[in-house]
């Protein structure tokens, strides 16, 4: 989470839009594993990784990949409900997970933690149109550097 404050911050000095944290947006809660090193957890956890759990079953203490998903689709939902209803532009600051989410649910996939088809760079943006529910450029930093 701290690492999309960051990047808010810096964007925010240029566009002086009010903040407000969305603690939905975060990317998945790994419960034990948050904040350890890859190499103790290989120790604690072997071969406890992502794209290893079931779709129901729970990183320890933390949320299954079905949980993932429902939280980010709930919200993607709401968030453009409000829209709708606003009379401009709503600018997003997530993870990449999160974003590969959103992803699926415009494009109308099915979802599951075993891929990861959509290459999400860091620090990139993504425009949605939300009327025709389609993303006008995928990867907007990608497009800009061509």
Request: glycine share 6%; with cysteine.
């Amino acid at each position: 989470m701290q690492r999309a404050i960051t990047t808010t911050d810096i964007a925010n000095v240029f566009l002086g839009l009010p903040i407000e944290l969305e603690p939905e947006l975060r990317e998945m809660n790994n419960g034990d594993l948050a904040g350890i090193l890859n190499e103790e957890a290989l120790v604690k956890y072997p071969e406890l990784f992502f794209k290893t759990l079931g779709m129901d079953e729970k990183y320890p203490n933390g949320e299954s990949p079905i949980d993932f998903y429902n939280r980010i689709k709930d919200w993607f939902y709401k968030a453009v409900d409000f829209y709708k209803k606003s009379d401009g532009n709503v600018a997003f600051v997530t993870h990449s997970g999160v974003i590969n989410i959103i992803y699926y649910i415009v494009k109308g996939l099915e979802w599951s933690n075993k891929e990861n088809p959509f290459k999400i760079g860091n620090c990139s943006l993504h425009l949605l149109d939300v009327s025709k529910m389609e993303f006008e450029v995928e990867n907007y930093i990608e497009y800009l550097e061509s």
